[in-house]
C-alpha cells in the first residue's frame, strides 16, 4: 500500500519515529541501522513495510530497499514475527544477515537474543535460495557517533526488555567495552541479555 514516505523528522528514537508528511504525523517503527543512518536529517525518506495484524495496523521504515526487503523475506520464515526480524535487523546490519543466509552461518543469527538453533537453521534453509535470487545490494553501515545511555536503555525498553535487566548488562558493557554510539551500545546489549 505504502511504497515510502518522506517528510520532516518531528520525533526520533532508537526503535521508532514520526515523520511528518503534509501535515499528517506518521509513527513508524525502524530498527537500530535505519536509527543510525536517518539520526542526524531532518528530513527523511523512508522504505515502507505496512504490517497488517488482527488487531493492529503498524509502519515499518527502511533507510534503503536492501533491508526492507531482507524484513520482507525474513517475515516470510514460519516463526519470525515482525518484531523479531526488526530484532534481528538491529543486532545484525543487511550485509551481516545476507551474508550469514547466503553463506549457512546459522550461529551468527543465533548470536540475536531470542533466536534459537532450530530459528536460526530455518532461516538459513527458508531464505538463502531467495536471497540469492533476489540479488539484494548490502552494503556495509558505519557507525560512529557520540550516544546516551539514557537513548540505549529507552531502545531496549521498548524493544521488551525489563529496565532492571537492561540497566545491569548496559553498566557491564560500558565498564568493559569501548562503545562509540547508541547503537554499538544496544547491540553489545542485546548479545548479553
Known amino acids: 500500500m505504502y511504497e515510502f514516505i518522506s517528510g520532516k523528522t518531528r520525533s526520533l528514537g532508537p526503535t521508532s519515529v514520526v515523520v511528518e508528511n503534509n501535515g499528517i504525523g506518521y509513527f513508524i517503527n525502524i530498527s537500530l541501522n535505519t536509527y543510525s543512518k536517518i539520526k542526524s536529517a531532518e528530513q527523511v525518506k523512508l522504505y515502507i513495510y505496512f504490517h497488517v495484524r488482527e488487531d493492529a495496523q503498524v509502519l515499518y521504515g527502511f533507510a534503503d530497499e536492501s533491508e526492507r526487503e531482507v524484513f520482507i523475506l525474513l517475515l516470510s520464515v514460519s516463526g519470525v514475527g515482525a518484531s523479531t526480524a526488526r530484532l534481528i535487523l538491529s543486532s545484525l546490519s543487511t550485509a551481516e544477515v545476507y551474508d550469514a543466509v547466503t553463506g ?62 537492561a540497566e545491569k548488562v548496559i553498566g557491564r558493557v560500558l565498564k568493559t567495552k569501548q562503545i562509540s554510539s547508541v547503537e554499538e551500545l544496544i547491540k553489545e546489549t542485546l548479545k548479553t541479555l
Open 104 to 165: 549457512g552461518n546459522s550461529p551468527v543469527l543465533q548470536s540475536v537474543k531470542g533466536i534459537g538453533t532450530k530459528t536460526a537453521q530455518r532461516i538459513v534453509i527458508d531464505l538463502k535460495d531467495k536471497m540469492l535470487k533476489a540479488s539484494i545490494d548490502v552494503e556495509k553501515v558505519d557507525v560512529s557517533h557520540n550516544t546516551m545511555k539514557e537513548e540505549a536503555l529507552s531502545g531496549l525498553l521498548i524493544l521488551g526488555f525489563t529496565r532492571a535487566a
